[in-house]
Protein backbone atom coordinates (compact mmCIF):
# COMPACT_ATOMS: atom_id res chain seq x y z
CA UNK A 1 0.00 0.00 0.00
CA UNK A 2 1.30 3.57 -0.72
CA UNK A 3 1.93 5.80 2.02
CA UNK A 4 1.98 5.53 5.40
CA UNK A 5 -0.09 4.71 8.42
CA UNK A 6 -4.02 3.31 7.28
CA UNK A 7 -7.08 4.36 8.01
CA UNK A 8 -8.04 6.95 10.46
CA UNK A 9 -10.49 6.42 13.47
CA UNK A 10 -14.42 6.41 11.91
CA UNK A 11 -15.61 10.13 12.40
CA UNK A 12 -19.65 10.25 12.59
CA UNK A 13 -20.87 11.70 8.97
CA UNK A 14 -21.91 15.19 10.77
CA UNK A 15 -18.90 15.93 12.04
CA UNK A 16 -16.39 15.45 8.84
CA UNK A 17 -14.44 17.71 8.23
CA UNK A 18 -15.63 20.60 5.01
CA UNK A 19 -14.23 23.15 2.89
CA UNK A 20 -15.52 26.30 3.79
CA UNK A 21 -17.15 28.59 0.48
CA UNK A 22 -16.36 31.65 2.30
CA UNK A 23 -12.61 31.62 2.00
CA UNK A 24 -10.16 30.47 -0.43
CA UNK A 25 -7.97 27.18 0.09
CA UNK A 26 -4.72 26.65 -1.93
CA UNK A 27 -5.08 24.04 -4.40
CA UNK A 28 -2.98 21.38 -2.76
CA UNK A 29 -5.23 21.50 0.39
CA UNK A 30 -6.62 18.55 -0.44
CA UNK A 31 -5.54 14.97 -0.51
CA UNK A 32 -5.90 11.76 -2.38
CA UNK A 33 -6.75 8.64 -1.45
CA UNK A 34 -9.00 6.16 0.14
CA UNK A 35 -12.52 6.44 1.89
CA UNK A 36 -14.89 3.83 4.09
CA UNK A 37 -18.51 4.56 4.82
CA UNK A 38 -20.03 2.27 7.61
CA UNK A 39 -23.20 2.14 9.35
CA UNK A 40 -23.45 1.49 13.13
CA UNK A 41 -26.08 0.86 14.91
CA UNK A 42 -24.82 2.00 18.30
CA UNK A 43 -22.48 4.98 18.27
CA UNK A 44 -20.32 3.36 20.97
CA UNK A 45 -19.56 0.09 18.22
CA UNK A 46 -18.28 3.05 15.94
CA UNK A 47 -16.51 4.72 18.13
CA UNK A 48 -14.64 1.74 19.87
CA UNK A 49 -14.08 0.02 16.45
CA UNK A 50 -10.68 0.53 14.66
CA UNK A 51 -11.58 1.42 11.28
CA UNK A 52 -10.76 -1.23 8.34
CA UNK A 53 -12.05 -2.59 5.02
CA UNK A 54 -12.76 -5.76 7.04
CA UNK A 55 -15.24 -4.45 9.08
CA UNK A 56 -18.64 -6.30 8.42
CA UNK A 57 -20.89 -3.10 8.90
CA UNK A 58 -18.56 -1.22 5.71
CA UNK A 59 -21.03 -0.35 3.59
CA UNK A 60 -18.98 1.29 1.09
CA UNK A 61 -15.01 1.71 0.30
CA UNK A 62 -13.92 4.66 -2.35
CA UNK A 63 -10.99 6.28 -3.80
CA UNK A 64 -10.83 10.09 -4.39
CA UNK A 65 -8.09 12.35 -5.58
CA UNK A 66 -9.59 15.32 -3.17
CA UNK A 67 -10.80 13.31 0.08
CA UNK A 68 -12.62 16.68 1.47
CA UNK A 69 -14.00 17.44 -1.63
CA UNK A 70 -15.63 14.40 -2.11
CA UNK A 71 -17.85 14.35 0.98
CA UNK A 72 -19.12 17.63 0.57
CA UNK A 73 -22.20 15.93 -0.85
CA UNK A 74 -22.12 12.14 -1.80
CA UNK A 75 -24.05 10.29 -4.08
CA UNK A 76 -24.39 7.14 -1.92
CA UNK A 77 -25.18 9.11 0.99
CA UNK A 78 -27.83 10.14 -0.75
CA UNK A 79 -28.88 6.95 -0.89
CA UNK A 80 -28.37 5.43 2.51
CA UNK A 81 -30.55 8.23 3.81
CA UNK A 82 -33.33 6.88 1.08
CA UNK A 83 -32.44 3.44 2.75
CA UNK A 84 -32.43 4.20 6.51
CA UNK A 85 -34.16 7.75 6.17
CA UNK A 86 -33.61 9.52 9.94
CA UNK A 87 -30.37 7.34 10.27
CA UNK A 88 -28.07 9.74 9.34
CA UNK A 89 -26.66 9.56 12.99
CA UNK A 90 -25.90 5.95 12.11
CA UNK A 91 -23.13 6.89 9.33
CA UNK A 92 -19.43 6.78 9.80
CA UNK A 93 -16.51 7.37 7.53
CA UNK A 94 -12.74 6.87 7.71
CA UNK A 95 -10.25 7.86 5.53
CA UNK A 96 -6.47 6.95 4.58
CA UNK A 97 -4.88 9.71 2.96
CA UNK A 98 -1.28 10.40 1.30
CA UNK A 99 0.20 13.36 2.38
CA UNK A 100 2.25 14.07 -0.38
CA UNK A 101 -0.29 13.18 -3.01
CA UNK A 102 -1.85 16.52 -3.71
CA UNK A 103 -5.25 16.88 -5.07
CA UNK A 104 -4.49 19.36 -7.50
CA UNK A 105 -1.70 17.71 -9.91
CA UNK A 106 -2.92 13.96 -9.23
CA UNK A 107 -3.93 13.56 -13.22
CA UNK A 108 -1.97 16.42 -15.13
CA UNK A 109 1.57 14.80 -14.84
CA UNK A 110 2.70 11.44 -15.73
CA UNK A 111 3.96 10.35 -12.05
CA UNK A 112 0.43 11.71 -10.71
CA UNK A 113 -1.87 9.40 -13.52
CA UNK A 114 0.82 6.29 -11.68
CA UNK A 115 -0.62 7.73 -8.87
CA UNK A 116 -4.20 8.01 -9.55
CA UNK A 117 -3.85 4.08 -11.09
CA UNK A 118 -2.01 3.21 -7.92
CA UNK A 119 -4.89 4.36 -5.94
CA UNK A 120 -7.44 2.51 -7.93
CA UNK A 121 -5.56 -1.20 -7.64
CA UNK A 122 -5.44 -0.27 -3.86
CA UNK A 123 -9.58 0.25 -3.74
CA UNK A 124 -10.10 -3.01 -6.22
CA UNK A 125 -7.90 -4.92 -4.09
CA UNK A 126 -9.89 -3.82 -0.60
CA UNK A 127 -12.90 -4.56 -1.91
CA UNK A 128 -11.81 -7.85 -3.52
CA UNK A 129 -10.27 -8.74 0.11
CA UNK A 130 -13.94 -7.62 1.83
CA UNK A 131 -15.81 -9.85 -0.59
CA UNK A 132 -13.89 -12.72 -0.09
CA UNK A 133 -13.95 -12.33 3.92
CA UNK A 134 -17.77 -11.82 4.05
CA UNK A 135 -18.82 -13.27 0.95
CA UNK A 136 -20.25 -10.38 -0.43
CA UNK A 137 -19.89 -6.71 -1.49
CA UNK A 138 -20.45 -3.99 1.20
CA UNK A 139 -24.11 -2.81 0.97
CA UNK A 140 -23.73 0.46 -1.08
CA UNK A 141 -21.07 -0.96 -3.58
CA UNK A 142 -21.89 -1.33 -7.21
Same mark, same amino acid.
Given at each position: M $???????? #?I? #???????? =??W??R??FD *????Y????? +????Q??????? *?? =? $??VIY?G???A?IR??E?H +???A?Y???? $??E????? =?? @??H?????? #?N??? @? $? !??????? @?L !? !? +???????????TFG??P??Q +?
Amino acid at each position: M $PGEGGFGR #WIK #WERRVRLS =HDWDVRRDFD *HAGLYLLGRF +EGTDQALQSEAT *HL =H $PDVIYMGMSKALIRRSEWH +EKVARYRLLF $PGELGSLF =HA @TWHFNTWSS #WNLDR @T $P !AGKVKRV @TL !A !A +EEGRLISEYANTFGRLPLLQ +E
